[in-house]
């Protein structure tokens, strides 16, 4: 499964960024999706998820108020809606896809999408 992620960019504190996920041509309806981020020399740590279905989700504690994940199947898209942003929201933020699994561990993801940039100023 391929994975765009895009909808990063330069945005002030306080700003806002709706990040999108889509798997072309192909159906992700079985499959878990994970935003994670990344700085540089820091490990990619995990963001939030969202099972296929869409009825459970979960955030790491300080998106959580901020952010919400959610997907549309039919467009094969999933999001990432980041509201109430701040410098230390500033990463490369990327997607991920995990066949009928769910969870915050990257090990449980089967496929990754390219980074796309989020720079938060003060």
């Known amino acids: 499964v391929q994975l765009q992620a895009s909808g990063g960019g330069l945005v002030q504190a306080g700003g806002s960024l709706r990040l999108s996920c889509v798997a072309p041509?192909?159906?992700?309806?079985?499959?878990?999706v994970g935003w994670f981020r990344q700085v540089p020399g820091k490990e990619r740590e995990f963001v939030a998820a969202?099972?296929?279905?869409?009825?459970?989700?979960d955030y790491t504690d300080s998106v959580k108020g901020r952010f919400t994940i959610f997907r549309d199947n039919a467009k094969n898209t999933a999001y990432l809606q980041m509201n109430s942003l701040k410098p230390e929201d500033t990463a490369a933020y990327y997607c991920?896809?995990?066949?009928?699994?769910?969870?915050?561990?990257?090990?449980?993801?089967?496929?990754w999408g390219q980074g796309t940039q989020v720079t938060v100023s003060s």
């Open positions: 041509g192909r159906t992700i309806s079985t499959y878990a």
């Open positions: 969202i099972s296929w279905g869409g009825s459970t989700r």
């Open positions: 991920a896809a995990a066949y009928l699994k769910f969870g915050s561990n990257r090990d449980v993801y089967d496929y």
